[in-house]
């Protein structure tokens, strides 16, 4: 079992910057690929980025690619998305997740998810 904690959510102006962090707690971190995915109400779960457990792979959704950075530091147990150059369509609540990475990037394939952090941006 591994607890997901997320934090970091909060009101940005366009234009500007935020840093998200997920606190993991449980079996391994390091074991575990990490996702961030985000939602938005009426609409599904959507891909934002992805980071393999030995952080020498990243992916990334089109419409955050340049913008978004998925970090983690394994030795503290947190994986990190640094957020610029935000939209008002970044608006939304914003999940960690513990899975496999797939080609598809499919919400369904994660194991561990956390309850998520409010991101709001003001155009």
């Known amino acids: 079992q591994v607890q997901l904690v997320e934090s970091g959510g909060a009101l940005v102006q366009a234009g500007g910057s935020l840093r998200l962090s997920c606190a993991a707690s449980?079996?391994?971190?390091?074991?575990?690929?990490m996702h961030w995915f985000r939602q938005t109400p009426g609409k599904e779960r959507e891909f934002v980025a992805a980071?393999?457990?030995?952080?020498?792979?990243?992916y990334y959704a089109d419409s955050v690619k340049g913008r978004f950075t998925i970090s983690r530091d394994n030795a503290k147990n947190t994986l990190f998305l640094q957020m610029n150059s935000m939209k008002p369509e970044d608006t939304a609540a914003y999940y960690c997740a513990a899975g496999p990475i797939a080609t598809t990037h499919r919400s369904d394939g994660m194991l561990y998810w956390g309850k998520g952090t409010l991101v709001t941006v003001s155009s």
């Open positions: 980071i393999n457990w030995s952080s020498s792979r990243t």
């Open positions: 449980g079996r391994t971190f390091s074991s575990y690929d």
